[in-house]
């Protein structure tokens, strides 16, 4: 009760002194970040998606703003969680590519994030479902132990986690620093290799699973999958893949109920729809594209799920919702779901080229969309924005100040979000591939500048297979004109691309685009 009386005296005084108006009026809102992981632009129907109905995510945004040029900042998950959180670039940071199992925590406790940015303005924040940011100090998680650091030690209030991806080892929750339900008589071990000749994986044992896999994806088998990494133990805390959904929409719910009264951030984490696509029974089946539509329809549910709670609690006009991915489509990710054979007409990135790890358009230009119901005009948004500017654009919202050394390239797009006439988001962005590989797309008004120092791009036909496609140095594409970057014109147009190239060198080497 003091501590409540105490935050609205401080919340009081903040308001007075912000600079932001909505701050200043007193209007904090509540915010929930919904993440999918792995949805490509076209993969709903408010995006022109017709093999697949997706009536909650369309109903948020038909009641919001629906971006067309809304981005994540990589095409894969953990750089792309990284920027979200840390408002940084993870090109900066070595050591933020795709997240092995055992990854000590990537975000080191000090580091200014979104959440602790809202923590210290007074929110209740708080994060619900997949992690893949590592956890643990420099040797890794202490699975037995205290899981830390972790998100509690960035500014998180609480944390309900599958910590790793469903397709990495091992498949339990993390519930604040401990697995949830673990067994100190069985202890949970997890490893890179296998922990004896006898251990059962998903090559000895090929023919008892229920999902095949398709590329890598052979190491210890849980619930009839096999996964990334090997582990043994920890028997009572495993989850089924199937309830993770319900698990996350029953967490959410708890802390949004819980929380109602004051403002709150929620993350909400989606493991929809990455491999291995195993969505509750009750969603198997249900469309037409296999398990990769079932799960977009699980995701879709959880959506609905999330706006029915903010209704019933009467926040539904006190809580901005935006609804972002982590990274474009991708088809067969390592399993045999049929994703592939079933796809038909269907065009997991819409219009755009390429998909997860790569850098054309498909890769980050993603689904996004912002719902605040009586403050955002309804409508359709071609503004540049992306995840990775929630700081500086929350911290507007809220009247705080971003840290001289921390979120270097958060820019606040807040009016662009809000949708306010006569709002800019970005002039330019970079987009990036997995961890720190010279792989960078470079975005500039209509111009679109490809950098390959490897000189190969990777998973440019998202509808067949994972390839590196040898490609020049630079490419360049005009947005406008071909937005499927199917034309490169860097012969005709060579001072654009050589002030892009420029541009991008200079904002890699600045260390900050803020
Ligand atoms: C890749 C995995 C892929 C997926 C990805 C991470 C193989 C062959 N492929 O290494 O299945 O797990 O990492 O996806 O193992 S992400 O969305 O979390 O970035
Ligand atoms: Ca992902």
Avoid at 53 to 70: H, I, M, Q
Avoid at 161 to 173: A, E, K
Avoid at 356 to 373: A, H, L
Wanted: a negative charge; aromatic letters at 8%; proline letters at 6%.
């Amino acid at each position: 009760m003091k501590f409540a009386v105490l935050l609205s005296a401080l919340c009081f005084v903040h308001c007075l002194l912000s600079p932001s108006s909505d701050a200043a009026s007193g209007d904090r809102p509540n915010i929930v970040v919904i993440m999918a992981d792995d949805l490509g632009y076209g993969d709903l129907s408010c995006y022109g998606a017709t093999s697949i109905e997706t009536p909650n995510v369309d109903r948020l945004a038909s009641e919001g703003l629906r971006f067309t040029n809304g981005y994540c900042s990589a095409s894969t998950c953990t750089p792309t969680r990284y920027s979200m959180l840390t408002g940084t670039y993870a090109f900066r940071k070595p050591k933020t590519g795709i997240a092995p199992p055992n990854a000590p925590a990537i975000i080191k406790p000090g580091t200014e994030t979104v959440a602790s940015l809202l923590n210290d303005g007074g929110y209740t924040t708080g994060v619900v479902g997949k992690w893949h940011l590592g956890l643990g100090g420099p040797s890794g998680p202490d699975w037995n132990g205290d899981l830390k650091p972790g998100p509690l030690e960035i500014g998180f209030d609480s944390c309900f986690l599958l910590p790793t991806t469903n397709d990495r080892v091992p498949q339990v929750y993390v519930e604040n620093h401990k697995v949830l339900n673990l067994d100190p008589a069985d202890p949970l071990w997890v490893g890179r290799k296998s922990p004896s000749p006898e251990h059962p994986n998903g090559i000895t044992n090929r023919s008892s699973l229920k999902l095949d896999w398709s590329h890598g994806h052979n190491n210890t088998i849980h619930n009839g999958i096999s996964r990334i990494g090997f582990y043994t133990g920890g028997n009572a805390a495993r989850f089924r893949d199937e309830d993770l959904a319900d698990k996350w929409v029953e967490k959410s719910n708890e802390f949004m109920q819980e929380h109602q009264n004051e403002p709150f951030f929620l993350f909400f984490s989606s493991h929809d729809i990455h491999v291995p696509r195993m969505p509750h029974e009750r969603f198997q089946g249900k469309s037409s594209l296999g398990l990769r539509g079932d799960s977009i329809l699980e995701f879709d549910w959880c959506v609905g799920e999330v706006m029915k709670t903010l209704d019933r609690l009467n926040l539904a006009e006190k809580t901005l919702v935006v609804l972002c991915s982590d990274n474009g489509p991708v088809l067969d990710d390592g399993y045999q779901d049929e994703a592939v054979e079933k796809i038909g007409s269907h065009r997991a990135g819409g219009k755009f080229t390429g998909g997860k790890y790569s850098v054309y358009e498909g890769g980050t230009r993603t689904p996004f969309i912002t719902r605040w119901k009586g403050k955002i005009q309804p409508g359709v948004s071609d503004d540049i924005v992306c995840t990775i500017d929630f700081a500086a654009s929350f911290a507007a919202l809220t009247g705080l100040t971003l840290p001289e050394d921390g979120c270097l390239d958060s820019m606040n797009v807040l009016d662009a979000l809000l949708g306010k006439s006569g709002a800019d988001g970005r002039e330019s962005l970079i987009q990036q591939d997995n961890g720190g590989s010279g792989t960078f797309g470079y975005r500039s008004g209509k111009w679109k500048l490809h950098r390959y120092d490897r000189r190969k791009a990777r998973n440019v036909v998202v509808e067949t297979k994972l390839v590196n496609t040898p490609v020049p140095q630079y490419m360049l594409f005009d947005l406008e004109a071909d937005p499927s970057e199917q034309n490169n014109v860097i012969d005709e147009h060579p001072q654009v691309a050589e002030r892009l190239k420029g541009e991008l060198q200079r904002l890699i080497d600045n260390g900050r685009s803020r």
